[in-house]
C-alpha cells in the first residue's frame, strides 16, 4: 500500500487543485479533503485557484510539524485492500481516460434538449402534477428516472441529463428502454441511473413535557427539508466490492463538474458488478461440485453398507452349515439302533441333512458368482 508523509500531501494539495491532485491518488475530491483533515494537512480555502489563475498569489496557509505523532504516515487507497485487481484497473484506465485534455465535459445552459430521451423527459416532468411535498418525478421505460426535484429545477436536471447520455453515447455506453426506466449499458452490464432531489434532515423541539420528577423534558422530532441540491445515484445491485454509487451537490463542487467523475464511476461500477458474477458464478460451481462429491460418497457410502449386508447373509450362511454339520456329525455319533427312534426323529433327521445341502449350495463358488452376475453392488470400474 503506497505511503506518503503529511509534508507530501501538503506539497500535493498546493501545487495542483484538489480534484486533480485527488485523481493523481485515485481517490475523489471528497475523500482528499477527509483524508487531509484526518492528518491534520492544511488546504487551500475556496476560490485559491481562481486567484491563482488571476494572477494573484494569495497567502498559503502554513504547515506545522508535528513530532512522534502517529498520523506523520499517511496511508494511500486503504480501502483498495479488499478489491480484486481487475476493478482496481478499471477504475484506475477510467479515470485517466476522463483526465485525458478534450474530454471534460460541459453542460451549457443556453443549449435546448436534442436528444430525444432528455426532451421526453422534460415533458414528462413539465405534466407532471407535485406531490403533497411539492415535489415532481418521472419513471417510465424511455424516461431517465428523476426523483423527488422541485419543479424550479427541472430545466437543470434536463440539461444535466442532456449532458450526460450525449458524454455516454460518445463513450460507446449505450442508452435503452428497459422495463421500468431508461436503462445505460456500459460494457455489457445494464446501469439504471437517477437524478434524486437532495432532501437535509433538521431537528425540530416539538414541546416540552414534565417527566415522572416533574422536570421538563425537551421532545425532537426529525423533518427533511428540500434544498436546490441534486444528486446522481446508481440503482444499487452491489454488494461486497468498492464502487462508488453516489455523486451530489457540495459547498464546492456541482454536479456539473462531476459528469467525467460519473462516467469513470460507471466503469468502475461494471468492472466491479462482473467481477462479482464472476465471483458467485464460481461459488456456485464450487458449491455444485461439493453437491456432487457429497452424493458420490453417500452413494458409496450406501454401497458399501449394501456389501456389507450382503457379506453378512453369506456369513450367517456359513456359520449356519457350520453348526448344522456339527450337530449333525454328533447325531450319527450317538443314535441308538433304528427301532428305537420315532419317525419324527428320522424325518427331522432328514429334513436337516437337506437343510445343509442347501447352505453348501448356497456358499458355493458357483451360487455366488450367479447371484453376483445381475448385482450392482461389485461392478467393475475398470470396465
Known sequence: MPTMTRRQLYDLVWSKPMREAASDLGMSDVGLKKLCVRHRVPVPRRGYWNKVNAGHKPKKRAFR???????????????RRGVPAEVRSAALEARARENE??????????????LSAAI???????????????????????????????????????????????AATARFFTPKAGDEDLILVVEGVVIVLCVKGWSERKRRRVSASPDALGRLKQR?????????????????????????????????????????????????????????????????????????????????????????????QRLRALDEMQKLD???????????????????????????????ERLQHACSAQTLEALLANSPLFVDERS
Not at 101 to 114: A, D, N, Y
Not at 131 to 152: H, I, K, M, N, W
Open 65 to 79: 510539524e508535528l513530532e512522534g505523532s502517529k498520523i506523520n504516515t499517511i496511508f494511500i487507497g486503504s480501502w
Open 101 to 114: 485534455p478534450g474530454r471534460e465535459i460541459e453542460v451549457s445552459i443556453s443549449v435546448e434538449p436534442t
Open 120 to 166: 421526453r423527459l422534460e415533458a414528462a416532468l413539465r405534466r407532471c402534477k407535485p406531490d403533497q411535498e411539492g415535489f415532481v418525478s418521472a419513471r417510465g421505460p424511455t424516461l431517465f428516472r428523476v426523483r423527488r426535484v422541485r419543479p424550479e429545477q427541472v430545466g437543470r436536471v434536463v440539461r444535466l441529463v442532456q449532458a450526460l447520455l450525449a
Open 220 to 312: 425532537w422530532r426529525y423533518e427533511y427539508e428540500p434544498t436546490d441540491r441534486l444528486s446522481i445515484e446508481i440503482d444499487a445491485r452491489l454488494s461486497g466490492f468498492y464502487a462508488r454509487r453516489r455523486w451530489r451537490d457540495t459547498a464546492e463542487q456541482k454536479l456539473e463538474t462531476m459528469l467525467n467523475d460519473v462516467l469513470a464511476g460507471l466503469v468502475a461500477y461494471a468492472a466491479a458488478l462482473k467481477q462479482q458474477w464472476h465471483e458467485q458464478q464460481r461459488a456456485a460451481e464450487l458449491q455444485e461440485q461439493e453437491r456432487r462429491r457429497d452424493e458420490k460418497y453417500r452413494r458409496l457410502a450406501e454401497l458399501d453398507r449394501a456389501r456389507v449386508d450382503f457379506l453378512a
Open 326 to 356: 456339527r450337530f449333525l456329525a454328533l447325531l450319527d455319533a450317538s443314535t441308538p439302533p433304528a427301532d428305537a427312534l420315532s419317525s419324527r426323529y428320522w424325518a427331522f433327521v432328514q429334513w436337516a441333512k437337506l437343510r445343509l
